[in-house]
Nanobody
Framework: QVQLVESGGGLVQAGDSLRLPCAASGRTFSNYAMGWFRQAPGKEREFVAV????????NYADSVKGRFTIARDNTENTVYLQMNSLKPEDTAVYYC????????????????WGQGTQVTVSS
């Protein structure tokens, strides 16, 4: 089992930045690719970013490319999502997830999920 706990969400204005940490516990953190997903009100959950087990590979949704950065610290068992130039359409609950195989954008490939953290961006 892997336990994931997101934090760092909040209410910000358009153009502001936020950094979301996700702390992992349980099994060896570096055995897992880590992804970030989000779910806006009334919408399905969608892929945001993913990072490979040791950080060499990263992939982003087109909607956040150039504004968001995913990173991980395997010594601290934490994955981060740095969000810059936030827009109202970034408003969502943000989830981190762990994938024991490959760094993928497919939600179905993830084995463990956090409880989510709310990010609200006002215009």
């Amino acid at each position: 089992q892997v336990q994931l706990v997101e934090s760092g969400g909040g209410l910000v204005q358009a153009g502001d930045s936020l950094r979301l940490p996700c702390a992992a516990s349980g099994r060896t953190f570096s055995n897992y690719a880590m992804g970030w997903f989000r779910q806006a009100p009334g919408k399905e959950r969608e892929f945001v970013a993913v990072i490979s087990r040791f950080g060499a590979g990263k992939n982003y949704a087109d909607s956040v490319k150039g504004r968001f950065t995913i990173a991980r610290d395997n010594t601290e068992n934490t994955v981060y999502l740095q969000m810059n130039s936030l827009k109202p359409e970034d408003t969502a609950v943000y989830y981190c997830a762990a994938n024991a195989f490959v760094a993928t954008s497919a939600e179905k490939d993830y084995d463990y999920w956090g409880q989510g953290t709310q990010v609200t961006v006002s215009s």
